[in-house]
């Protein structure tokens, strides 16, 4: 079965300093890997996604993410925090199937940024 | 362009009350379409998925069910709430052939 592990229920940074999400798959084949943002009381927002290919990511609002599957890992990353960015982080594995493919989604990281 | 509309937006219901909660969508045809509670606190749990008009999958056993009379439609349904029928519900779909989900503005409901 598919799974994924965000270790980090809460993170806070100070604004301009850089960022890393953790995010670890467990998935029988080759993963399909995508990280969502989520505001307050809103839907989810694709940043990135990982299907094949080159293994670093670049997404929207300036992140980045890197599949290591030695590690089994998607890691999202950023330069440089924005107070905008302070939001949840969702990762989420699948399989890429057309047909009625699902998406395991981890637990989420809380992002706080300090002014 | 894709677009999910999900209505209502919030909504308060008593215990044992009837729910429907429906789903949307703009921009494309035969979509895949997936309903998912999050709950406070926690990640999204999928609930249902549909390929197609009719085709409903269950992932959770609950007092909960889903049904899509037109390719473009999705809705959630429960005859009796629960307490624990409260959280953010949110409806998201696969453009086919993309392999991206994308999702609406959920709705937030609450059991009192």
């Known amino acids: 079965a598919q799974s994924v592990t965000q270790p980090d229920i809460h993170i806070t940074v100070s604004e301009g300093a850089s960022l890393e999400l953790r995010c670890n798959y467990s998935?029988?084949?080759?993963?399909?890997l995508f990280w969502y943002v989520q505001s307050p009381g809103q839907g989810l927002q694709l940043l990135l996604k990982y299907f094949s290919g080159d293994t670093l990511v670049q997404g929207i609002k300036g992140f980045e993410a890197e599949f290591k599957r030695s590690q089994s890992s998607f890691n999202l990353r950023k330069p440089s925090v924005h107070w905008s960015d302070a939001a949840e982080y969702f990762c989420a594995v699948g399989g890429g199937g057309s047909s009625g493919d699902k998406l395991t989604f981890g637990t989420g990281t809380r992002l706080a940024v300090r002014p | 362009s894709q677009t999910i509309h999900q209505w209502p937006a919030t909504l308060v219901q008593p215990v044992g009350s009837p729910l429907s909660l429906e789903c949307t969508v703009e921009g494309t045809s035969n979509p895949n379409l997936y309903w998912y509670r999050q709950a406070a606190g926690r990640g999204l749990q999928l609930l249902f998925y549909s390929v197609g008009i009719g085709q409903i999958s269950s992932e959770v056993p609950q007092n909960l069910s889903a049904s899509r009379p037109q390719d473009r439609q999705f809705i959630l349904s429960s005859k009796k709430l629960l307490l624990s029928d409260s959280g953010f519900y949110l409806c998201?779909?696969?453009?086919?052939?993309?392999?991206?989900?994308?999702f609406g503005p959920g709705t937030r409901l609450t059991v009192t």
């Open positions: 998201a779909m696969i453009p086919l052939p993309d392999y991206e989900q994308y």
């Open positions: 998935y029988g084949a080759t993963p399909y």
